[in-house]
């Protein structure tokens, strides 16, 4: 069967029941453990009045232990007519630039593929009364019985795509698209980065094999290629972005978005064109935002104590450790230090979100950038940290801080220890940076795949086997007062486990990949093979990510955007800092500057990253001549459109020139009515000729008369 074919096919079949369609149906996840029976029924009822007084349709059965699970349906009229409203906001805002057609049934229209319809009824859900929607907003307000809402994964079109995707070492625009046709373009953003950046490590790894075999350590002509290949990544990248934007009719989608919910304002005004605004001052947005400013150099400290005293204890181990084991055991600190990062980040990250949430920003887009940026910033120094200390402190001030070191350690542990450490002596490692580099991005990636893999499908298990065991055990458990239809037990069961399953954010994995990206930038001449083990970590996850959205967690809303959003000024970021951290590098470790000293470095510094500033603009110059074939389809068709209007004026104004003789003569009386004399002297057809031809014979003549008698 044709993979398009199988996207299209809606039908599940459950027992003897067929649950036809996913594109109009949403699940409302309704927790009542921690209310009191008067408080569930009060709100439930709400809930589903609200739902009725919406037009749509609503089926209630029983979920996990004190829970309900509300399917929502919404008429395909209702439908229809959503999609057509949000087709034609698109084209009045300029996203897309044709008309949408309107459909048999007049404004009641199709959705084009299955993700854009379940958006619409998102919106019916979740967008605030005054655009259309109930305004629905999980753990929120009066819904803080509703934990969450979800659309149920189509499986059929799940199992195929994942198929068809196994089955291919690459994907292509195709593939993407059915990915969107699924899950919406934000999804589908992430997963053409992923590609695209999946292809572009082919050539750092080339080159890394090539450098490692025959270049010396820390290259610098391996720093340069590198820096050249990740520049010309990130500039395609934005093109690349922009195609795709334009392909899947979401460009400039941002200015189309709603205010959030938790958007608390202070007073509503209407500007002069008659828009209704909620107004909160810029004042005091700007002062809560300036607060994530004494945030970051609370997380930096937090973060960097804690790295700091790894850094030393791992130092110690190597310089004083003279046991058995010491080439495991000096490592073993950074190890422990990198599998643990992202539960410590953890604390740090939910505190970020809190002051996200705090700075009270008006669109969930402004939101998420805020978030992203401070959680740029903690991985950040939670993962570069102790490279950059290794690199700029440990080689260079080693053996200033490692005597110091020790005599703190005399203090703490006695003096036999500090005799033990006063035998030793300190000798600089340059290969402990490259190791440092193995250990943190190897550990990291395999931390990161049990974390997202592994670990959740143990979670789920264990769950799924505990509910088992209480249903088993328990005369209290729910399906044995409401026991399932035979003909939904198979369905409802399934519907329950995806409602106990955590909700998809896009921008963990985003993020995971940006921060990836930076070790390739800041740190390959360290170790030029690390982006092999990046280009094999990065073949499986683009699969295994798919995996984890279809089994692992509730299908994602299928929210529009056009882009990964502000991780690109994050990686732009990178790109910059890595012209610097390269050069650094280089300048002090490697063989080919020779032993170059401190007072070069910032010399170094500046012309490494005056370079890059110059690459990156004959790059993107050179790419943005180039274009794409999106860009120039969408300025041919502009083309065709306006040549299309002009030649229809064109063709207009010809023929009312074709008139008849009395419109002529008409014509002709009124300009000899005209008060203004001077255009009332030639108005019959072909005076204006032969005053002109009379008037060169004239001229002609007097010009060779005077010829002549200038002659004699």
Sequence with gaps: MDLEETISDRHLQFGTRSYETYNDKYVIYFDFSDTTIEASIRDFSALCQDLVRAGLQTEVRVGYDESLLIFVRVPKEILGSAVYKSRVKDWLYSITTRQPAVGKKGAIVNGVFEAEELLSVYHLLHWPVDLGGIGITPRFGKWQNVKSIFPIH??????????????????????????????????????????????????????GILAWVFLPKYSLIYAIITLFGCTIFLEYWKIQQTDLAIRWNVRGVRSLKANRAKFQYERVITDQAGRIKHYFPK???????????????????ILGIIITLVFALEVLISET??????????????????????YMNSYLEDFAQNLAQYENHRTEDHH?????????????????????????????????????????LSHLLGENVARQTSKLSFHSDPDRLRNEVIALTVTGQLSDMF????????????????????????????????PDDPTERAFLQDVRRQASLPSYNVQDDISEMVIQFGYLALFSPVWPLVSIGFLINNWIELRSDFLKICFEHQRPHPVRTDGIGPWIESLDALTWLGSISTAAIVHMFGTETGSAGWWSLPITIFLSEHIFLLLRFGVRFALQRIGSDQIRRERNERYARRKQYLDGLEAANRASEKLDVGAVERRKSVRLADPDLFWTKQVQDGVSDKVGVDLIRALKQVTGLDGSAKQD
């Design 154 to 207: 189509n499986a059929p079109a799940n199992k195929a795509l994942l198929r068809h995707l196994s089955q291919k070492i690459f994907l292509k625009t195709e593939d993407l698209d059915s990915i969107r046709d699924l899950f919406g373009p934000k999804v589908a953003f992430y997963f053409a980065y992923m590609q695209t950046y999946l292809l572009f490590l082919f050539f750092p790894a080339a080159t």
């Design 283 to 301: 004042w005091k947005s700007i002062s809560r935002q300036s607060l994530q400013i004494p945030f970051f150099i609370f997380a930096f400290l």
């Design 321 to 342: 450790y003279e046991g058995s084991y010491k080439s495991y055991l000096e490592y073993l600190p950074t190890i422990i230090l990198a599998a643990s990062l992202p």
């Design 368 to 408: 998420e950038m805020s978030i992203t940026q401070k959680l740029f910033v903690l991985s950040f120094i939670a993962n570069y940290l102790p490279i950059l200390l290794t690199a700029f402190v440990y080689v260079p001030f080693g053996s200033m801080l490692v005597p110091q070191l020790q005599t703190l």
């Design 451 to 482: 974390e997202e893999m592994v670990l959740p499908y143990m979670t789920i298990k264990l769950r799924s086997w505990y509910r088992a065991y209480r249903s088993y055990t328990s005369v209290n458990s729910s399906s044995v007062f409401t």
